[in-house]
C-alpha cells in the first residue's frame, strides 16, 4: 500500500491555522483528507455535510474525516492510520506555541506516512513583532524555520508597503521557503501539498527542540447569553499579555445563531455564523496569554457583566 502524504499546518496563536482547514475541508479537490485537529468546536462543518459523529471523529459526505488530537498525536495518528484504506492524506493542526517540523518528523518513523510538507501561517500584521518577543519570539522564528511553504496571511490588514516589506523579510530569513501573501488563508490547493516530495525534513532531526514558552490558558463556560456590547468592552480593556481569545458564543441579540470570536492583540472579529443545529447551546471563550496574563479571579470579574441570563 503506498505510505499517505503527511502534512502539518503551524503558525503563531491567531495566524490563521483554523481558516486554512476550514478551507481544506469544504473544497478538498477529490481528496479524501484526514485532518487532526486541537479544538472540534473551533472547525466551521457545515452540519449538512456531517454523514457520522463518534465521539472524537467527524466524517464528512466528501470523504474527509475530522479527528479530534486530544491527550496524544501520537494515538490520534494510530486511530486515523487504521482507516488508511479510506483516505489520501492526512494533514495536522500544530497548536500555537508547537513547533510543527518537530511534527512532521513522525513520518520518518511512521511507515505508513510520507513527509509531505510544514505550512507555516503567519501574521502580516504582527508576524514580525511576534518574532521579536521576548515571551514568544524563539517560539515564533522556530515556526518560521521550519516552513516548507510560509503563508503571509491577512495580507489585508496591511498596506502593500508594509506587506512589500514583511514578505522580503521573511524571504530573507527564510530562503529555503516559498512565501506566498493571502488573505483569510486563500490559496490554492495545489500550492498546499507535494512541497518535500523527497521526503526530507526541512530541518535535522537531531536539531535540538527548544522547550515552548509557558502559555496561560483562561476559559469560560455559560449556557447563559452574552451581551454584545459588554463582551467587546471586556475584550477592549485585555492588557496586551492577552494574546489570543477564540469562541463560539451565543449572543442575547441572537440566540439561535452561532457567533465566532476570533481575537489577535488589539484586533477582534464578532460575527454570526450558522444556526446551533444539535450542538449545545452554550458559549465556550478561550483566552491564551503569556506568563503575566490576569489570574483567573480577574478575568472572570471582567467578563461577569457580559453575561446577561442564566439557562434555565
Request: aromatic share 2%; charged share 20%.
Amino acid at each position: 500500500m503506498a505510505r499517505l502524504p503527511f502534512t502539518v499546518i503551524g503558525g503563531f496563536l491567531g495566524a490563521g491555522k483554523t481558516t486554512l482547514l476550514n478551507r481544506l475541508l469544504r473544497g478538498s479537490g477529490g481528496r479524501r483528507f484526514a485532518v487532526l485537529v486541537n479544538d472540534f468546536g473551533a472547525v466551521d462543518i457545515d452540519s449538512r455535510l456531517v454523514t457520522a459523529h463518534g465521539g472524537d471523529t467527524i466524517s464528512l459526505a466528501n470523504g474527509c474525516i475530522c479527528c479530534s488530537i486530544g491527550d496524544s498525536l501520537v494515538l490520534a495518528l494510530v486511530r486515523v492510520l487504521e482507516k488508511a484504506d479510506r483516505i489520501d492524506h492526512v494533514v495536522v493542526e500544530a497548536s500555537g506555541v508547537a513547533d510543527p517540523a518537530r511534527i512532521a518528523e513522525l513520518a520518518l518513523i511512521e511507515p505508513m506516512l510520507e513527509r509531505d510538507g510544514v505550512l507555516v501561517l503567519a501574521d502580516a500584521a504582527s508576524v514580525q513583532a511576534r518574532a521579536a518577543d521576548r515571551h514568544v519570539g524563539d517560539t515564533v522564528q522556530r515556526q518560521l524555520d521550519g516552513a516548507d511553504l510560509l503563508i503571509l496571511n491577512k495580507a489585508d490588514l496591511v498596506d502593500a508597503a508594509q506587506l512589500t516589506q514583511t514578505a522580503a523579510w521573511l524571504q530573507a530569513r527564510h530562503a529555503g521557503a516559498r512565501v506566498v501573501p493571502a488573505v483569510h488563508a486563500a490559496v490554492a490547493i495545489e500550492a498546499l501539498f507535494g512541497l518535500a516530495s523527497n521526503g526530507a525534513p526541512a530541518v535535522p532531526i537531531a536539531a535540538a527542540a527548544a522547550a515552548p514558552p509557558p502559555v496561560r490558558r483562561w476559559s469560560l463556560s455559560t449556557r447563559g447569553l452574552l451581551d454584545r456590547a459588554a463582551l467587546l468592552a471586556a475584550l477592549a480593556a485585555l492588557p496586551a499579555s492577552v494574546l489570543r481569545a477564540k469562541g463560539i458564543l451565543r449572543l442575547a441579540e441572537a440566540p439561535l445563531q452561532r457567533s465566532v470570536l476570533h481575537m489577535v492583540g488589539r484586533r477582534i472579529d464578532l460575527r454570526s455564523d450558522a444556526p446551533w443545529g444539535i450542538a449545545a447551546l452554550q458559549s465556550d471563550l478561550v483566552l491564551l496569554g503569556t506568563p503575566d496574563m490576569p489570574a483567573e479571579a480577574e478575568l472572570e470579574r471582567l467578563f461577569a457583566p457580559a453575561i446577561t441570563q442564566r439557562a434555565r
